[in-house]
């Protein structure tokens, strides 16, 4: 089995990443991949180098649509399992704190309260994120014949 989450949208040559995977697994093998799917009409500021509207500015591509992702994950010989989406969420609390740290220039983590107040305050402030969700597919690489 390869899992790879939310790595594919960071990368330049998905292709030859994927067919790498792909030269991991043996017949029969599971490949588990994720990512981020963004919808036509997002609320989102952030840009990437060529100026498209991202969920991070760490990602080079984000897809557009399902079909856009499968046909990038499934080779042949090779089917899909299970395709699931799901909402994106977002903390709002991540984003004050970005937004605090930007504005002081300064790291400040150290005087934040302990790490499980932390994740409960992130989990707390989860809101989605319209217009993008994540996308998971669990892919099986069938015998060569």
Do not use: W
């Amino acid at each position: 089995m390869v899992s790879c989450c939310q790595l594919i949208e960071h990368l330049r040559k998905r292709s030859e990443f994927i067919a790498e995977l792909y030269a991991l697994l043996e017949p029969g093998g599971l490949l588990v991949i994720s990512s981020v799917r963004r919808a036509k009409y997002r609320l989102y500021y952030q840009r990437n180098d060529r100026s498209e509207t991202i969920l991070e500015p760490g990602h080079v591509h984000e897809f557009d649509s399902l079909d856009e992702f499968n046909e990038l994950v499934v080779r042949q010989p090779a089917r899909t399992v299970h395709t699931i989406e799901y909402q994106t969420k977002f903390s709002i609390f991540d984003f004050l704190l970005r937004r605090i740290q930007r504005l002081s220039r300064k790291p400040f983590t150290s005087t934040l309260p302990t790490r499980r107040f932390m994740a409960k305050a992130r989990k707390a402030t989860r809101i989605p994120i319209p217009g993008y969700t994540y996308v998971e597919s669990v892919v099986v690489k069938d015998a060569q014949t």
